[in-house]
């Protein structure tokens, strides 16, 4: 991309934190959104923002080329527009996350929550969950119920904050505790519609919202569609979870594809629409992912067990409820009879299962589906 090249005078700290030159960027993309919206449609948007400033101009600006760069030329950093808890961190900072470095993704973007809430967790594996702003009851409860088991087992899940499947999966990581990353199309100071103002709150107070418009840019559907490129190099794995065979619901995917990401797809009923997406997906040759257990596999086969515990040992509490169910007690009423703790025990045979450490018997039982010993090379668990 031609607009990371910087001349030292650009790369004066301005607003928020980030360089002259990236704040500059930012706000170009809000000066040009609504041509944006006309003149970045389908494949043209993604081609369009690897474009330098001055080639963007030229590209989109039309009979006010002359005019928008004039005004670019007098660009002042500390007149952008901030908001209380809101930063900004560029492609020159270290605390930028890593998994964009080498990505046509955007130089800055604006965080409100921790910036840690976005740095740290991209040290460990990152799995966005995408798919219809139409889904259907299913899909919203395969969305939510993947990011549940995921966030237990110290995943990311990242996303937009669309309706449909993106904010059951934020919903359902939150219900783990552990809200994850959200990319937004617009200011992340921007609230959003009553339907999603508390999960936009909730997701903000325990993770983060990111966007690389200013704030105070309410969202534009161009900048939705650059928001899952975002979405797409942040994640290690993108699953589609319900969506229609269209570019709008398989841009995410798409996009991953051409990262050289990996994809999966959550099958559905052949006879539905929304789910002739996936299905294309993994006709192509997609991933087939039918619960936490299926990408956790994946992300094992990507040798990424040991980010998922502290050593190469199973967790202690999860390995005694292991031993347990092994010895007979394969019900959460026998343990609770045999002394458990009810709510741990309950949790801990969960954990177990999305690990693929266990698996449901006749009548509820649970059976091992491996040895202890060779769960103990297992990195999925959780302290």
């Known amino acids: 991309m031609t607009h990371d090249s910087q001349a030292p005078e650009d790369l004066r700290t301005g607003a928020g934190g980030a360089c002259e030159r990236c704040l500059r960027r930012s706000w170009l993309l809000a000066l040009l959104s609504a041509r944006l919206e006309y003149r970045g449609r389908e494949g043209r948007l993604l081609e369009l923002l690897q474009l330098s400033d001055e080639q963007l101009v030229q590209a989109v600006g039309g009979r006010r ?9 007098h660009f002042d950093p500390d007149a952008m527009s901030t908001a209380p808890g809101v930063a900004a961190v560029c492609r020159h900072d270290r605390r930028y996350p890593r998994a ?9 973007l604006h965080v409100a929550g921790s910036l840690e809430a976005l740095c740290a967790p991209t040290e460990r594996p990152v799995v966005a969950i995408v798919g219809s702003e139409r889904a259907s009851d299913y899909g919203r409860e395969m969305a939510a119920s993947l990011a549940r088991g995921l966030s237990a087992s110290e995943i990311t ?16 990581a939150l219900e783990a505790g552990a ?15 009553a339907r999603r103002r508390r999960l936009y709150e909730a997701v903000r107070a325990g993770g983060c919202l990111v966007g690389e418009l200013p704030c105070g840019m309410r969202a534009r559907r161009w900048a939705l569609r650059a928001a899952e490129r975002i979405v ?18 398989l841009g995410c995917a798409r996009i991953a594809s051409a990262l050289g990401r990996s994809v999966a797809a959550i099958p559905g009923r052949v006879t ?36 998922h515990t502290r050593g190469d040992r199973l967790a202690a509490r999860l390995r005694h409820t292991l ?42 039982r649970y059976v091992p589906r491996e040895t202890l010993d060779a769960s103990q090379r297992c990195g999925g668990a959780i302290r």
């Open 65 to 73: 080329r002359v005019e928008l760069r004039e005004r670019l030329s």
């Open 100 to 108: 964009l470095l080498d990505t046509p993704g955007p130089p800055m």
């Open 157 to 172: 899940v990242a996303g937009t904050l669309c309706d449909g499947i993106a904010a059951a999966a934020h919903a359902g």
């Open 179 to 193: 809200p994850g990353i959200a990319v937004l199309g617009g200011g992340v100071d921007v609230a959003f519609a």
């Open 232 to 249: 797409a190099a942040l994640a290690r794995l993108t699953v589609v979870v319900e969506a229609e065979d269209r570019a709008r619901d």
């Open 272 to 307: 539905s629409p929304l789910s002739s997406g996936a299905h294309t997906l993994l006709r192509e040759g997609a991933c087939l992912v039918r619960g936490p257990a299926d990408v956790l596999e994946l992300l094992c086969g990507q040798e990424t067990r040991a980010v």
């Open 323 to 364: 031993e347990r169910v092994g010895a007979g007690l394969d019900t959460p009423e026998r343990l609770a009879a045999a002394g458990e703790d009810l709510g741990a025990t309950l949790l801990a045979l969960a954990e177990l299962e999305l690990l693929g450490l266990l698996a449901r018997g006749d009548g509820g």
